[in-house]
């Protein structure tokens, strides 16, 4: 008999900080229409410089692991595309915060937002070898672009911290996938720069042709349909990216399906909607928004569609487990949301350009501000403390 692999828990974690769309729309001379219902974006999250990558993963990861989990995790896999060193991976540091045993593996991922998808499936693929063991997959990122450009509106951050392992709680991740991969230069990141570069129109196009793509192979290789589906989980750079991937091929369902497939996606883009992009942590994000809010029953299928520009993209399936809820802290997940403080745009304009300077010089940060157990106090002799 095949062993069920899948998702088995997730931890999200976002800084306690946010900026209000409608505030940032009047400081930029837009109509906050524009961002609230054309971007689709309400809030985004506001990274201050005492959070990074690591410490974002490590405060998501918390919620999930037990003593005894850490004892079981094989290897951490983390996704990622604002790394914090060319050789060294993020996920030798989060091994090491989270105390893991030193028979871990520990490796970063990158290809753009995709990362964590990539994770996912090898940590899938290494669990059913390997029954017994679990996985650490992260994605985590901080999303930014420059002040007052096109992209500033689709800008956030955090980190999603899942568990895969035999016989999840979540999610049974189903074999069939498909995957594309193109070079194509829609949005990239030179060493050298710290703000993405991106030809925004243009990659919004290559998304939904890739989303085509995969989803029209998927179909033939599974001979499912919409007709299957419960649910659509799309990446969501911004809510109305994964909007107009869904209405792409909601004209193939019957409208009460068609209903259906609506009020699932606006359940999982609602947390989206208030934190903004975590690139790689996006797409989990917006399963675990649907989880969440959504109204999902035992052995319900769920799509869900990758995007890293660059590009990458992957449409796979899961099966909803009975248990699902006890998969994740709900409460928690509200509380944190809900108990962020609304910084100006002028304190948001600060903090972004107060991310740990390129020189390498010794920096102490205030950290006076921080309520989260793992947190960046600054940077001495070269090294991150
Ligand atoms: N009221 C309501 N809607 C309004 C409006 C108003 N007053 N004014 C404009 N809009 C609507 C527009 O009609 C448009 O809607 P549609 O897309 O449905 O046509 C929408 O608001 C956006 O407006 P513009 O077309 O004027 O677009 P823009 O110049 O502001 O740029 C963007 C939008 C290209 C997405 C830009 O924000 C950007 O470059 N973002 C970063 C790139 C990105 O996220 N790409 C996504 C695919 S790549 C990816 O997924 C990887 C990743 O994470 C980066």
Redesign the pocket.
Known sequence: MTVKVGIDKIGFYTPNLYLDMVDLAHARGA?P??YQ???GQSKQAVIPPTQDVVTMAANAAAQILTPTIKTQIAMVLFGTESGIDNSKATAVYLAHLLELSPQTRAVELKQ??YGATAGLQLAADYVRVHPQAKVLVIGADI?R?GLRT??E??QGGGAVAMLVAANPQILELEATSSYHTADVM??WRPTYRTE?L?D??Y??N??LDFFAAVWADYQRQTKLTIADFAAFTF?L??T??GR?GLRQILPTATPEHQAQLTAAFEASQADNRDVG?L?TG?LYLSFLSLLRHGHLQAGQRIGFFS???GAEGEFFSGLIQPNYRQGFDDAGLTDLLANRRAVSVAEYEQLYNQQLSSDGQDMQLAVGQEQAPYYLAGRQHEQRV
Do not use: R
Request: net charge positive.
């Open positions: 109509d229409a524009k219902v054309g971007i753009a937002c999303a672009y096109a992209g509106v689709t829609d949005f993405a991106v925004g129109k990659s919004t290559v998304y990446h750079p911004f109305k990216m107009k992009n690139y996006s995007y890293g520009s």
